[in-house]
């Protein structure tokens, strides 16, 4: 039976059908934090985005697709995420095991591009036809073409929910209007946030975000109305509050292998603080053997329960 | 039953399907101002179109998608408009409380290009299942690609009539071809209400105009035939005929906040003087406090209906 | 009962269906040239292309969309010829009482190009559920978009013919390609109405041309085989010849607001002595007061059957 | 009782559906040449490519699109080929006369670009409802927009071969990476004849090359393989080779009017010679007086049947 | 009855509906080396890639289509490649003989980019009358276009699997991002492999890499974890890890026609030790006389048999 805390989430997704909710639900109830409302997700994409050495050198077990679906299963993840090859070369086999999220789109940098700019490598039939519980795409708010982007995906969220399937959408401020340290900052990784609820997402994944405040006109608001964004759980707090004020799952990433897992630890405690619902942890996962990614992720969960 | 003046106004939308003329009828029948033929609307998109913090920290309450459809119903609008993502956070809580305008498409400002272009984040098949009575775009007159916006809602008026839903157009001239004085001038004004009452458009929400005319050609005509444009209520009433000689809805935005109350209700009287059919005021009420917000908000009521 | 005339013009017509032939038969049975082979059809799609001040403040009972379907019907046109909101505010309040033509693309001059592109603003649905009896297209020859124009007609041209509409192409030779006097040229008009009738249009809509040849290859042919062109009734001649030598219908539009009716009338008597079908004749007529407007329509009329 | 070569011609099309062979059929066994396996198409799309006077001028009576296919059936052509308009002016009256060719994309040069690039003017349902055998496209091998032309070409042969037509290609190479040489030249020439077999043409026309090797790649293939390409005769050969060896019929096109009429009869002994399919001849044919027209037309005939 | 191999080679594709299982078992069970799990393919797509002359000069029989085919039946290959003109000629003589696989998309060298593109001349739909048990399609890394690529293969690969065909990538990288050496670099081939196994591919065709090291970032992972690469053998054994360690088939393009003949062997047993999947091979077969392809082709397959 559905916790009181699950059931409290689903209430704020009430203008879905309960063909999305009870895939929302499944994503809720599913591994170790299952009823907590807390979310930690496998996502492997990296092969596509940064090419298979660099992203499986590291611990080369990964190069087979099911070593990282094992790893999401045993470490007791709620979900993972991959793109269609990946998803496609374990589906049968690990059928109603783990909850799958089918990544849509996705860049490559073979062309390393100032605005990246993703393609449509899956579509909706592929996830129902998997067994997917949910859909995954990446916006980059910032570049040329975002716009695209936002079509593309509001095209695909309607299929979604249409179709009962929930919508995970990766909101990363890129491109040339932005500096370099724009990309990260507080206000634009907000804004993200809110253009990723404001586009019809179900679970948001942003990056954590620094004290930088890019743009002059949100640096007056952020300045006069003394929005306390100095430490990373209040900005924790204030990304979840810019994404309907806590009605709406957002999650953060990871972000490349650190070598000192208590780093990835103390970014879940912030998380954890700030009111965040998760992470979304895949290189400090995957490229860690395998007993050490383990622990890693069974610490986070710990963390997420209130429990280390 | 339907006032007169509500039936004259429906009267002017007889190619109009009943269904359509029925959520027009919906429209024109809730809040204070039901019956009268005048209208006053919530929209919030600033969320999108300027980022959450810009938006929402002048009066934080409004971070949550539940204060401003709340804040739509106890002050009495005709309807309440929004993008997708605030829609959906709310519509089953507060099915058929108010009116809904789902807004179709949007625009961020993390590129804040010289020639503004919305994308599509919704579509007709979204209001439908989120019960609106319409659907809201923004067309862009004067930019490079306004072709691109004309065709976009060109499809989504022709789905939406077929459906039965109304169709509200923000007509907001913009672009390169314009001087900045000019996107508010009093012949381009006018001439977006024109264009968006050609494109099929129930009700037009323009921008207050200033006396400036920017286009050669046009002076020739203002001046050649004396239309008076120097007073506020003048140029209301010119916007009025510009579209379809009152023959069709046309409301004025409010703009950016006010410290001062008074000029947004001068601003209303100056609507109400020139036959102009009501406001859409977002900025200038979210941004109050509620209690100011929804006293600002009645006393434009009472503007409307001939009582201050 | 068809007239002899009547029945020989459909006869050119035959690789349409009985819905189209029907329709054609309605724009040539109506209105005071009913039966006799000649058109005279008001458009008034100035408000789009011009804007409303430009093209209504010389007569401002023409920001009434009711004015023209009236003066249209009171001066005994074959046709109406308006964009989707013009059409919309009028057409059930008039229905059955004249012809309707539904223009399906606009331009506008908030940019005003160098190489004009309208965009699509209604469909051939909206001309259905209005009762239209045919639809019109304007096509730029010479653009640098002219085949984007070709093929959106295309579309809707075959569109049209399969539920039973006729289709009128509005032939404006423009762009870049061509000099100024060129736009006019007899042998780029020629080109047009070529073009148009070969593109499947039933009733072609072109300029008055001028003695000037813009294309070097073709002056030559103008040259050696001494086409006649030196006067405006030979030109028409030419045009009619271009249009599949008479077998297909060619009008000539008015042009700007002429002071002198008399200009107009010899253009018209032109147009008839040169083999023509006659006149569409816009901003001559409803930019005029409405009892001289109604006497300039009378005279054409007069002209086309010959009795001026 | 379709003759030997017609059986075996139509063996090489053995993918096709009985609807598209009956078509080709139809095109083998019409007129003069019926069952002779070759083949003497009248093209008349001129108009529209050049303009009507530089097209129709010098034999007037060309203007009248019953002109062409009366002098396609009087001459004994197999078919006759024209765009939309000419065909729809003429399907009723001649239904069934002699097979017809409805041109799908056309190009016009009022903007006489480096790099050709046709519009669609008509589709694959216009060919069925004109009753016509086959549909006909160019593509423009070399230029910078090929892959559209392609593109297109791929979608109307699917649609056309889904319904029982049989496509014709026009392969005419063009455009900025050629020399002007190099677009007759014998390797490019037959590089286009190939790719339009490829694309799945049944019947592919092609111009008449010269000596003149484009590209340096092929030229060490031409030289190192001594390919004799010095006689028309040979080219004509090659062309055929180039087109699967004989398998798909090859057909070349006449090109600008020539005075003397043995300069085509010449070419047309070439292409006999050679193993070529027959002719498709335009402006040699219609732009000549009618009586020198069909004995022009009917000498080919004769050189096609061995008789001159 | 399948082979253990080849039941375990179809486990890996468990995703796939019992359409494209089937084909995919046809393809392992065809030829000479039927059952064992390696394949050799015959494609013939250097008409429409390089011209024909350049392509079947060398041994003109090639101009024939039927020789291909027969050439890939008597040799025993697996399957046999070609775009749709060459399908179309002969499958229907002979159906059933040989597994075809259609390859979907082409590019010229009429004008020779530096980023190549090619355009989609064949659909699914094709692939299914022609009795095809496969599609191919090239998409080329590394280039400008490549996203467009992605796409059309996304829609194509989902449209095959729905209809039970099976899908085979060519994947070539290429463009201006990458310089020459780096098109065959370790970590591009690799990169390719990754990529085309993501996008959903069946079957993967790459070339065979040298010891370049493209990418900055790349050959810090190759050095870091000292990835071994100095052997071709070692590098097929690193392709096939990249394409899910060994779960993907992959299989390597001969290249240009090589005199000798060993070259080609040693290449074929530097891919089976290397744990590769085949070969396909071209050039090296069609261009050779028929006796030597027939010769070297039965040798590839006795290396992939472990018998030479």
New interface residues.
């Given amino acids: 039976m559905a916790t009181k805390r699950v059931r409290e989430i689903l209430s704020?997704?009430?203008?879905?059908n309960p063909g999305t909710l009870t895939n929302l639900s499944r994503l809720l109830n599913s591994g170790e934090l299952a009823g907590t409302g807390k979310l930690v997700i496998l996502p492997v994409d990296q092969?596509?985005e940064?090419?298979?050495?660099?992203s499986f050198?590291?611990n080369?077990g990964g190069?087979?697709?099911r070593y990282h679906i094992e790893l999401a299963i045993d470490s007791g993840c709620n979900a993972y995420a991959a793109?269609?090859?990946?998803?496609?070369?374990v589906?049968?086999?690990y059928a109603g095991e783990i909850p799958l999220i089918l990544k849509l789109n996705?860049h490559?940098?073979?062309?390393?591009e100032k605005d990246p700019?993703?393609?449509?490598?899956?579509?909706v039939?592929?996830a129902l036809?998997?067994g997917c519980a949910a859909i995954g795409y990446t916006i980059y708010?910032?570049?040329?073409e975002?716009?695209?982007q936002?079509?593309q995906l509001?095209k695909l969220t309607?299929e979604a929910k249409?179709v009962g399937l929930a919508v995970v959408v990766w909101a990363y401020?890129r491109?040339g209007?932005?500096s370099k340290p724009g990309e990260t900052g507080v206000?634009?990784t907000?804004?993200a946030?809110?253009?990723a609820?404001?586009?019809?997402?179900h679970i948001i994944k942003i990056k954590l975000s620094t004290e930088h405040i890019e743009?002059a006109?949100?640096k007056?608001?952020?300045e006069?109305?003394n929005?306390p964004v100095s430490t990373l759980t209040e900005r924790v707090r204030h990304m979840v509050?810019?994404a309907?004020?806590g009605?709406?799952i957002v999650i953060f990433s990871g972000g490349a292998t650190k070598e000192d897992a208590n780093a990835v630890l103390d970014e879940a405690r912030a998380i954890r603080d700030g009111g965040g619902f998760g992470s979304i942890i895949g290189r400090n996962a995957f490229q860690r053997p395998r007993e050490d990614a383990l622990k890693l992720l069974g610490d986070m969960m710990k963390i997420y329960k209130g429990k280390l």
Avoid: C
């Avoid at 940064?50 to 660099?54: F, Q």
């Avoid at 490559?108 to 390393?112: E, F």
């Avoid at 708010?141 to 040329?144: D, I, R, V, W, Y």
């Fill in positions: 704020w997704y009430r203008s879905d092969g596509f940064h090419g298979p050495a660099r050198a590291p080369p190069y087979d697709p793109p269609l090859g990946f998803l496609e070369a589906a049968a086999d996705n490559d940098v073979l062309q390393d700019l993703g393609a449509i490598t899956a579509g039939e592929d036809r998997l708010p910032g570049t040329l975002r716009r695209l936002y079509e509001q309607l249409r401020p491109g209007a932005l206000d634009v907000a804004y946030a809110q253009i609820a404001q586009l019809g997402a743009q006109e949100a007056k608001a952020y006069k109305y929005i509050q810019a309907f004020n009605r709406r």
